[in-house]
């Protein structure tokens, strides 16, 4: 079975600080990999996605997120985080069939940035 | 603009009482798909579609209908809902890997 695990339900970092997001997954093959953002009342914005190739993908907002096949890992990261950032952050995977695509979702982080 | 529009945004309705959330996309999108958000367990899909007249289960897709008759409208159909049916429901269209999510349905069922 697929599963996507967010270790951290909660991160508390301050305005300026860097920052990283823990993703794990567990996939039979080759992943797609997903990190989206959800602000306060709104729906999902995808931030970022990894299919193939390079291993490091830039995203939106400045967000950078890195596959690491052998850790089961698509962890995402900021060099100084914004005010703006604090939201909740999902990591998910795709899974391609013959009907088309599953996703799977972590349960979230909450992040919360401190002046 | 391009966007996923959700009917109603919000919803109180009794067990056992049909309900449809209607979902619209202008994007031209084959893909669509409804999703469920409850607290601690993150968003589960519910039912997904590729294109019109095919559609599959996604992770919980007990207790709910979906149709697909035309390509801009992917409703969600509660035939009898149930108080565990009480959530915050997102449709979303998807064209290469980016999903178009919807501003969000709450669900309660009393």
């Known amino acids: 079975a697929q599963s996507v695990t967010q270790p951290d339900i909660h991160i508390t970092v301050s305005e300026g600080a860097s920052l990283e997001l823990r993703c794990n997954y567990s996939?039979?093959?080759?992943?797609?990999l997903f990190w989206y953002v959800q602000s306060p009342g709104q729906g999902l914005q995808l931030l970022l996605k990894y299919f193939s190739g390079d291993t490091l993908v830039q995203g939106i907002k400045g967000f950078e997120a890195e596959f690491k096949r052998s850790q089961s890992s698509f962890n995402l990261r900021k060099p100084s985080v914004h005010w703006s950032d604090a939201a909740e952050y999902f990591c998910a995977v795709g899974k391609s069939s013959n009907t088309g695509n599953q996703f799977y979702f972590g349960t979230g982080t909450s992040l919360t940035v401190i002046p | 603009e391009a966007q996923v529009t959700q009917n109603p945004r919000y919803l109180i309705t009794v067990t056992g009482k049909k309900l449809t959330v209607t979902c619209s996309q202008n994007?031209?999108?084959?893909?669509m798909s409804w999703y469920r958000q409850d607290p601690g367990l993150g968003l589960r899909q519910i039912y997904y579609s590729m294109n019109v007249e095919v559609t599959d289960k996604g992770d919980v897709p007990e207790g709910y209908k979906v149709s697909r008759k035309e390509k801009r409208n992917f409703p969600l159909i509660l035939e009898s809902p149930s108080p565990n049916q009480t959530s915050l429901y997102f449709c979303?269209?998807?064209?290469?890997?980016?999903?178009?999510f919807g501003p969000g349905t709450r669900l309660t069922v009393t």
């Open positions: 979303a269209s998807r064209t290469g890997g980016k999903q178009y």
């Open positions: 996939y039979g093959a080759t992943p797609y």
């Open positions: 994007m031209n999108h084959e893909y």
